[in-house]
């Protein structure tokens, strides 16, 4: 990068949802999404413990960023 990178951090909820969104000032993600070792990491330990009702998705453009939808009071084991 030519310029200093920047990570912003949003932690709010949604209608029932807890959302986290990370942006960042990076590249673009691919268009194909291609899941390295810590999205792949981060999307098994969503499913374990929220039993496939958390998601984790990505979006370019001048907001790029990441997001993680979690539901509430799941009885998480």
């Known amino acids: 990068m ?13 209608g ?3 959302e986290i969104r990370i942006f960042d000032n990076g590249s673009s993600f691919p268009e194909e999404p291609v ?3 810590g999205l792949q990491s981060i ?6 413990i929220y039993k ?3 998601s984790l998705t990505w979006q370019n453009g001048d907001n790029k960023h990441v997001l ?10």
């Open 2 to 14: 030519s310029e200093n990178g920047k990570i912003k951090l949003e932690v709010c909820e949604n």
């Open 68 to 77: 993680i939808s979690i539901p509430p009071n799941l009885n998480v084991n």
């Open 16 to 18: 029932l949802l807890l």
């Open 52 to 54: 496939g009702e958390a």
């Open 35 to 37: 899941s390295g070792y």
């Open 43 to 48: 999307q098994e330990k969503l499913d374990l």
